[in-house]
């Protein structure tokens, strides 16, 4: 990480108020952490010029498990939305899955009949920039609506001026009526002309699709390495706030 994105991060990263004195540089952890998300390496084989990968580990499990990836990516996610002169809250998004296989790991997975994958399925909402929202991921075989419906039903307070989503055919039916129902927003479904066979530029659907090949550029989410789905969703959130810090540097 140079100094231009560290310059946006550092101010946002815990502080530690009470304890012995931190004897590791928080900077070179987040850059251990950056080189495992980018190579795909194993936490004891992250080279010597990072601090011990138990120091690491311990960093990125702990704010993993209090929220604060989550947190450093909402609050990066406004900022850089309010840079490029938009609302720091979204008014619309783009609603949509990807299955990814799994190792030979143990831990949640299932078959996606429809693309032939036995693995894990990643749902997400981004804005109509692309930039992540929320996520859920669940096993390859839980249909999209139900995904949905689990991705919907815990929006983080980024989400409240939500008024449009746009999804694919495999979100209608029921799920339309439900999201009605419950929240501000509606779901616009943007279907593929039926009159044509080859490769058709859908509006909309479109940004969804690109933040699935940003994330395709970190080997460590090639496939699917983890034993427990909310690491999943915390290398995704590491994965966005790296490309959100380098935007805004």
Known sequence: MSDGPWRYLKPHLPVSAVGRPREVSLRQVINA????LKTGCQWRQLPREFPAWTAVYYYFRRWSSDGTWARLHHRLHARLRQQLGRHKHPTAGCLDSQSVKCTAVSGVRGFDAGKGINGRKRHLLVDTLGWLMAIVVTAASVQDRDGARRLLSQLPGGCKKLRKVWVDGGYSGQLLGWVAERFKFCL?????????????????RWVVERTFGWLNHS?????????????????????????MLNRLA
């Open 33 to 36: 952490i950056l080189y495992s």
């Open 188 to 204: 616009a479904v943007v279907l593929r002309p039926k009159q044509t066979k080859k490769f058709v530029l859908l509006p909309r």
């Open 219 to 243: 080997r460590r989410l090639s496939k699917n390495y983890e034993r427990l789905t909310c690491t999943d969703e915390t290398w995704i959130y590491i994965a966005m706030t790296r490309l």
